[in-house]
């Protein structure tokens, strides 16, 4: 399809300085957009601030992602991360390390306004490598979850590292609900670690980036292990900083 002539009916649209074939709009104040054009000029490769737009750095995650696309994509055509990015030099306000890349079955953009475009669209942000599966096994509902989540349009938010979980507490008489382990926050998991304190029984798992699953149950304190391990007993806040680590480290 024509993407320059829709582009160019966007409201306040404007050539992106700094980057070929990549405009500027904004359809209300609060919200800036940026868009360029892919390197075979068949796809719009888009990014949105909501009331943290900025330039430098759209110039910078949309320039990676047009050299990169096919890296981005490669392993998972629906939710694609990608390391190696590096913020505008000299801006310390931005510590991403990946871009990540969303297809359209995922964002579901343009669909009243422009339909017609949507299946042409993949969008694409600056995030933080703790925030993807290593193995980019995400399905298609995992996806649109995590997308949903991380409010990747909050270009100055902190890290929301990838974290399944599942758990019973028997003193407080709670549980999770989904069949198996499912995406969570971090303050969820720390809650939970503290709350089954006095719960004979009570116990949390969690699952980290890289796949690694450990539990922790009450037994007359806190035990911990990593899944086929045996456990070992912790102080809860042993356990709370081992697994913040776990979830925001690289290496997991």
């Known amino acids: ?50 009331g943290s737009y900025d330039e430098e750095l759209a110039v910078a995650v949309l320039g990676f992602a047009r050299e990169r696309e096919g890296e981005l994509f490669a392993r998972n055509a629906h939710w694609g991360a990608l390391d190696g990015f590096q913020p505008p030099a000299g801006r310390r306000d931005f510590d991403f390390d990946s871009v990540v890349g969303i297809s359209p079955d995922v964002h579901r953009a343009y669909p009243v306004e422009h339909p017609e475009l949507t299946p042409h669209v993949r ?18 509902d995992e996806a649109i979850t995590r997308y949903q989540m991380l409010r990747l349009n909050e270009l100055g938010r902190d890290p929301l590292p990838y974290l399944k979980m599942r758990y019973a507490n028997t003193r407080m008489q709670g549980r999770s609900t989904n069949r198996g382990r499912g995406f969570t926050k971090p303050r969820r998991l720390v809650e939970e670690l503290r709350w089954m304190e006095g719960g004979d029984g009570s116990f949390v798992e969690f699952e980290n980036r890289h796949g690694r699953v450990w539990r922790v149950e009450w037994r007359d304190g806190w035990l911990m292990a990593e899944y086929g391990q045996a456990p070992r007993e912790v102080g809860v806040e042993e356990a709370v900083e081992f697994a913040m680590a776990r979830l925001y480290g690289r290496d997991g």
């Open 123 to 140: 969008m694409v942000f600056p995030a933080y490598a703790c925030e993807f599966a290593a193995a980019a096994d995400e399905t298609l």
């Open 1 to 50: 399809m024509g993407l320059r002539a829709v582009l160019a009916d966007f409201p306040g649209v404007r050539p992106l300085a700094g980057l070929r074939d990549a405009w500027y709009w904004s359809r209300v104040p609060l919200f800036g957009f940026a868009g360029a054009l892919s390197a075979d000029g068949e796809r719009l490769l888009q990014l949105s601030g909501r």
